[in-house]
């Protein structure tokens, strides 16, 4: 029965993996980093072949193998090393199984594991940045270097897509977007923020990377199923008895193998270019219209379509998609000049007459002020309408100009910023200047000030320690704020009050995402979600977040 409790843990905590979802959006895929100039046209001379990427995860080797190459019990441990890292990852175990792989990747697998290098370090500085948000280890870098070599377009038997190597399954539950248009697995970006979330999770699970890494290779089920059958969490003796498979045995010592070979990449003759990883810290993403072909975009912006489709690996076509939940962001070179971007209307499918008509009687039942509005007394002096129907080829700077507003004073009318995109049909509020002035401070304010502090209700699993993490804090502090003494009951839904904060509220604008709201307010994005209940990172203008304004 000892082994009861702990499954019921661990089964309850698998439940909850469904929530943790994340939208590309770590949007760490819109923050720009400082980095030299590039030569673009370099990255698109870089090769595409991703075949053969699966090498490394499907090799397996078999005890009589390590033994004949090695001598010995293959998981006898020789050595211990105690990690001295904040964040402790795998124990750096020296076995003969681990030896044998690093022989594996300095000798018959050279020129692969180079390969492999060579993609890896091009990623690593975004990889590292958004493992160090998230308060992972940065060595879990490696696991996506062993499953596919960092390949972005990196496809396996299994269906499993992209650098993390993420079956749909997985990749739907943590908000990746898969469809025809486009597959958000191949996104460095995205999907890094997702396999964050999911490591996060087999580690909330298990309380062992090793044990998490075993499930990310063979699913969290299978391994929850052996520990209960075979009476332990060890991960070395679920390895030596055979208990776990073949591929999940040899899984960590290649980690560690990886690890140690990259350590000392010199004296195995390896070379980590780096300068690769400037092409990706150089970009930036802008709102794009929805099914634009790369080519009209490319000629618009003045760069290669094959730079686009570069760029954006997780477009399955040369286009950007038809349908997509909110507005795209396509990367493009962070020097680009986009100003063309600002009132550019997204193509939109021809409605019959008849269409029309009964949108029409729709908003005149959902929003009858609107056309009271457009009736309002008239003067023999012509006047501007109170409103305006978007028509094709419309902007706001061109609605603004014909009716002797300026584009800013148009859009605080209508809860818009000046970049605003408009679509066909789409009602316009249209006011004289005075009125607009009388509204201009109003319409700036984004926060609303508050003067009680952040309080947080603990979710199942959750202890003071994973919110003090989150919200940059320490157990003592909580401790003290709330009261907490040794023999203090904490359960689901206890309410926590997070000291020296302030609480706020946010209007969400424009091209807002969550990385930047939560690093403009000093939160981790994921106590921002976690605080607001967001089950996805996808945010729409005028949502209102719970901030901190200290």
Same mark, same amino acid.
């Given at each position: 029965?000892?082994?009861?409790?702990?499954?019921?843990?661990?089964?309850?905590a698998c439940a909850q993996m469904k929530g943790h979802v994340t939208k590309g959006s770590s949007k760490e895929a819109k923050v720009q980093m400082d980095s030299a100039?590039?030569?673009?046209?370099?990255?698109?001379?870089?090769?595409?072949?991703?075949?053969?990427?699966?090498?490394?995860?499907?090799? $397996?080797?078999?005890?009589?193998?390590?033994?004949?190459?090695?001598?010995?019990? *293959?998981?006898?441990?020789?050595?211990?090393?105690?990690?001295?890292?904040?964040?402790?990852?795998?124990?750096?175990?020296?076995?003969?199984?681990?030896?044998?792989?690093?022989?594996?990747?300095?000798?018959?697998?050279?020129?692969?594991?180079?390969?492999?290098?060579?993609?890896?370090?091009?990623? =690593?500085?975004?990889?590292?940045?958004?493992?160090?948000?998230?308060?992972?280890?940065?060595?879990?870098?490696?696991?996506?270097?062993?499953?596919?070599?960092?390949?972005?377009?990196?496809?396996?038997?299994?269906?499993?897509?992209?650098?993390?190597?993420?079956?749909?399954?997985?990749?739907?539950?943590?908000?990746? $977007?898969?469809?025809?248009?486009?597959?958000?697995?191949?996104?460095?970006?995205?999907?890094?923020?997702?396999?964050?979330?999911?490591?996060?999770?087999?580690?909330?699970?298990?309380?062992?990377?090793?044990?998490?890494?075993?499930?990310?290779?063979?699913?969290?089920?299978?391994?929850?199923?052996?520990?209960?059958?075979?009476?332990?969490?060890?991960?070395?003796?679920?390895?030596?008895?055979?208990?776990?498979?073949?591929?999940?045995?040899?899984?960590?010592?290649?980690?560690?193998?990886?690890?140690? %070979?990259?350590?000392?990449?010199?004296?195995?003759?390896?070379?980590?270019?780096?300068?690769?990883?400037?092409?990706?810290?150089?970009?930036?993403?802008?709102?794009?219209?929805?099914?634009?072909?790369?080519?009209?975009?490319?000629?618009?912006?003045?760069?290669? *379509?094959?730079?686009?489709?570069?760029?954006?690996?997780?477009?399955?076509?040369?286009?950007?998609?038809?349908?997509? *939940?909110?507005?795209?962001?396509?990367?493009?070179?962070?020097?680009?000049?986009?100003?063309?971007?600002?009132?550019?209307?997204?193509?939109?499918?021809?409605?019959?007459?008849? %269409?029309?008509?009964?949108?029409?009687?729709?908003?005149? $039942?959902?929003?009858?002020?609107?056309?009271?509005?457009?009736?309002?007394?008239?003067?023999?002096?012509?006047?501007? *309408?109170?409103?305006?129907?978007?028509?094709?080829?419309?902007?706001?700077?061109?609605?603004?100009?014909?009716?002797?507003?300026?584009?800013?004073?148009?859009?605080?009318?209508?809860?818009?910023?000046?970049?605003?995109?408009?679509?066909?049909?789409?009602?316009?509020?249209?006011?004289?200047?005075?009125?607009?002035?009388?509204? +201009?401070?109003?319409?700036?304010?984004?926060?609303?000030?508050?003067?009680?502090?952040?309080?947080?209700?603990?979710?199942?699993?959750?202890?003071? +320690?994973?919110?003090?993490?989150?919200?940059?804090?320490?157990?003592?502090?909580?401790?003290?704020?709330?009261?907490?003494?040794?023999?203090?009951?904490?359960?689901?839904?206890?309410?926590?009050?997070?000291?020296?904060?302030?609480?706020?509220?946010?209007? %969400?604008?424009?091209?807002?995402?969550?990385?930047?709201?939560?690093?403009?307010?000093?939160?981790?994005?994921?106590?921002?979600?976690?605080?607001?209940?967001?089950? =996805?990172?996808?945010?729409?203008?005028?949502?209102?977040?719970?901030?901190?304004?200290?």
């Amino acid at each position: 029965m000892k082994f009861a409790l702990p499954l019921i843990l661990l089964i309850s905590a698998c439940a909850q993996m469904k929530g943790h979802v994340t939208k590309g959006s770590s949007k760490e895929a819109k923050v720009q980093m400082d980095s030299a100039d590039v030569v673009w046209s370099d990255l698109e001379k870089l090769e595409d072949d991703d075949t053969e990427t699966h090498a490394l995860v499907d090799t $397996v080797a078999s005890n009589d193998q390590i033994t004949a190459a090695e001598g010995g019990d *293959p998981d006898q441990a020789e050595e211990v090393e105690e990690s001295k890292s904040q964040r402790p990852f795998l124990k750096k175990i020296k076995t003969k199984r681990v030896k044998f792989w690093v022989n594996y990747f300095t000798e018959k697998q050279r020129d692969r594991f180079q390969r492999f290098l060579n993609n890896g370090m091009m990623y =690593r500085p975004i990889i590292e940045k958004i493992l160090d948000e998230e308060g992972l280890p940065r060595e879990l870098f490696f696991v996506g270097l062993i499953e596919s070599g960092y390949y972005l377009g990196a496809h396996s038997h299994a269906s499993a897509v992209g650098p993390w190597q993420f079956i749909r399954g997985t990749a739907h539950r943590y908000g990746l $977007v898969m469809n025809r248009d486009l597959d958000e697995r191949r996104d460095i970006f995205k999907a890094t923020q997702a396999a964050a979330q999911y490591f996060k999770d087999l580690h909330n699970i298990f309380s062992s990377w090793e044990l998490a890494l075993a499930a990310y290779n063979s699913g969290e089920y299978g391994v929850i199923r052996r520990i209960t059958k075979y009476k332990t969490r060890d991960y070395y003796q679920l390895s030596r008895n055979k208990q776990i498979p073949a591929e999940t045995i040899n899984y960590v010592p290649k980690v560690l193998a990886a690890m140690y %070979v990259v350590e000392n990449a010199e004296k195995y003759g390896f070379k980590l270019p780096k300068e690769n990883a400037r092409f990706w810290q150089k970009t930036k993403t802008i709102v794009a219209p929805k099914g634009a072909n790369l080519t009209t975009l490319g000629k618009r912006l003045r760069l290669s *379509p094959t730079l686009l489709v570069k760029l954006n690996p997780e477009l399955r076509g040369k286009r950007t998609p038809r349908a997509f *939940p909110g507005s795209y962001q396509l990367r493009i070179p962070a020097d680009k000049h986009t100003a063309w971007m600002e009132t550019l209307v997204a193509e939109e499918p021809q409605v019959s007459p008849r %269409v029309k008509e009964l949108e029409v009687l729709r908003d005149r $039942v959902l929003h009858p002020e609107r056309h009271v509005a457009a009736v309002a007394k008239m003067t023999p002096k012509k006047i501007a *309408p109170r409103v305006h129907r978007v028509k094709r080829g419309e902007t706001l700077s061109l609605i603004a100009a014909r009716n002797n507003m300026t584009l800013k004073q148009i859009a605080l009318m209508n809860d818009m910023t000046v970049k605003s995109k408009i679509r066909i049909g789409q009602i316009i509020k249209l006011h004289k200047d005075d009125e607009v002035k009388v509204r +201009t401070a109003a319409s700036k304010r984004v926060v609303k000030v508050q003067t009680s502090p952040l309080v947080y209700k603990l979710q199942r699993g959750e202890t003071l +320690t994973d919110v003090a993490r989150w919200f940059n804090t320490s157990v003592e502090a909580l401790k003290s704020a709330n009261k907490i003494t040794k023999g203090s009951q904490l359960h689901v839904g206890h309410k926590v009050k997070i000291p020296e904060t302030r609480r706020g509220t946010y209007t %969400v604008r424009p091209g807002d995402y969550l990385i930047k709201i939560a690093q403009k307010f000093g939160l981790n994005q994921t106590a921002l979600m976690k605080l607001n209940n967001l089950k =996805r990172q996808s945010l729409y203008a005028g949502q209102r977040l719970v901030v901190n304004l200290e």
